[in-house]
Nanobody
Framework: QVQLVESGGGLVQAGGSLRLSCAASGNIFNLNHMGWYRQAPGKQRELVATITRVGMSNYADSVKGRFTISRANAKNTVYLQMNSLESEDTAVYYC??????????WGQGTQVTVSS
């Protein structure tokens, strides 16, 4: 019923920046935590950043100081500003949204490729 649409991925050189967006639409009742995960080839999916309804954020150690998560509740959208990108950031990035207290929704994934 709720659809998550991601955008903003692409190819960027090391040291560059990208901004990912994830917009939720459909039969939305209560969006709580929103966040970003990523999965590189041969790796497990890992948490990148999360943000609560009131704007409290949490980051993986590997992206602290480089990435910033934010949300626009009126637009049901979460963003991930990625600066100082490194080759290790190359992965498929997935938007995650918690609806209510128990249900997680996932976006389709967007590829981020950082070239050396």
């Amino acid at each position: 019923q709720v659809q998550l649409v991601e955008s903003g991925g692409g190819l960027v050189q090391a040291g560059g920046s990208l901004r990912l967006s994830c917009a939720a639409s459909g039969n939305i009742f209560n969006l709580n935590h929103m966040g970003w995960y990523r999965q590189a080839p041969g790796k497990q999916r890992e948490l990148v950043a999360t943000i609560t309804r009131v704007g409290m954020s949490n980051y993986a150690d590997s992206v602290k100081g480089r990435f910033t998560i934010s949300r626009a509740n009126a637009k049901n959208t979460v963003y991930l500003q990625m600066n100082s990108l490194e080759s290790e950031d190359t992965a498929v990035y997935y938007c995650n949204v918690r609806v209510g207290a128990l249900t997680d929704l996932w976006g389709q994934g967007t590829q981020v490729t950082v070239s050396s």
